[in-house]
């Protein structure tokens, strides 16, 4: 049975809120529908970047102290403006919808620890909005020893199939933190966190530029990239690990450019991106064929350049020449994933989370 569900994403990125309807039996898409954009303010943005900092001591995953439960309290109020926004301006009625997806923020991401936290309270948000409301979706892998991350690679797979594609096809969502799905044929799905995204290029640009980010790469076009400095990053252990890995937005931030000009740090940390992702090939069982960027990264001219340049001779084409939705795919993903949720699918496997069986996942509040 198809169900027309909501989804909600407010990424690593810190930038609002994305909202997307789509209609699926949580295996195949039927039909995408409108989508909508909610910024935070500079002060909620501002709150999300204390509560970042201030997660790093949690060790509980219910534990909401200090400015967390501030923080917890904004972002359910920006979810349920952006459900309120959205259905009105598409004249859309709650009982229309069947299931929300929500993901929450992501302030902390320990999977090693079995401990990932997302703010948000769903039981509010399903009160506001009227619609019921699925949430914590990565919970039940990191219970069950997985990653917890990443969770979209079931819809890329719903994605890809859809194109027909000789494979392997390769789907990277560059967000705060990049991530892969690599596609080959039904059965093949491996996924995995592939570095940074756009975590260290914009809390860059805030520093040095009071910019959120480095809009279509151009700054970092005006620079050079320091290769040598990019080799050095890319020695962590972190990339030499197989599939499947996951990061936690913060797990970069302790490396250091030193004294550069805005536009050589900018394309610096553009190419550290880029090199971390092409990083991965020699770890997929087949170099891809083509690769699909989506999330924030797709926008950046200068990332598509840096990545074309290291994944030659695959193609490299942005989600949206495939009439994909750069901005809300992973929004529509958690629509996705609120399906299989209900109907009992699978969310994560083995080879995308390193969970040891597949795995559902989601709770759903009732309004």
């Not at 909610?38 to 201030?54: F, I, N, S």
Request: proline share 7%.
């Amino acid at each position: 049975m198809m169900l027309t569900t909501i989804g909600l994403m407010s990424g690593t990125s810190l930038d609002g809120v994305d909202v997307a309807l789509i209609e699926t039996d949580g295996r195949q898409i039927r039909a995408f529908g409108p989508s909508g954009y909610r910024p935070y303010t500079d002060r909620e943005r501002g709150l999300l970047r204390q509560a970042l900092t201030e997660a790093v001591h949690l060790s509980q995953r219910d534990a909401r102290p200090g400015i967390l439960r501030e923080a917890e309290q904004a972002v359910t109020l920006a979810h349920s403006e952006a459900v309120s926004a959205f259905t009105a301006q598409n004249r859309i009625a709650c009982e229309d919808i069947d299931i929300v997806g929500f993901h929450g923020q992501t302030v902390l991401h320990r999977p090693e620890r079995k401990l990932t936290v997302q703010i948000g309270d769903a039981a509010a948000l399903a009160k506001a909005i009227h619609i019921p409301v699925m949430h914590d979706f990565r919970a039940a892998d990191v219970a069950a020893g997985g990653q917890g991350a990443p969770f979209v690679p079931v819809y890329h797979r719903a994605l890809a199939q859809s194109l027909g594609r000789e494979g392997p096809i390769a789907v990277v969502n560059i967000g705060g933190v990049s991530n892969v799905t690599y596609i080959d044929g039904a059965d093949t799905l491996i996924a995995c966190d592939t570095g940074p995204g756009n975590a260290l290029l914009d809390d860059f640009m805030y520093r040095t530029m009071n910019q959120p980010f480095d809009r279509e790469g151009r700054l970092a076009a005006q620079g050079q990239p320091d290769h040598a400095w990019v080799a050095r990053a890319l020695q962590l252990p972190f990339f030499a690990l197989p599939p499947p890995k996951s990061l936690d937005r913060n797990d970069f931030a302790a490396l250091k450019l030193g004294a550069v000009s805005p536009p050589d740090g900018a394309a610096t940390l553009t190419a550290f991106t880029a090199a971390a992702i092409a990083r991965i090939v020699p770890l997929l069982p087949k170099a891809p064929k083509g690769w699909i960027v989506a999330g924030g990264g797709a926008r950046n001219l200068t990332m598509l350049r840096m990545l074309r340049e290291r994944l030659q001779p695959a193609t490299v084409e942005a989600a949206e020449s495939f009439g994909w939705s750069a901005d809300a795919l992973e929004a529509q993903a958690f629509g996705f994933l609120a399906a299989r949720g209900l109907k009992g699918l699978p969310l994560s496997y083995p080879a995308t989370t390193g969970v040891s069986i597949p795995m559902t996942g989601g709770i759903v509040a009732r309004p």
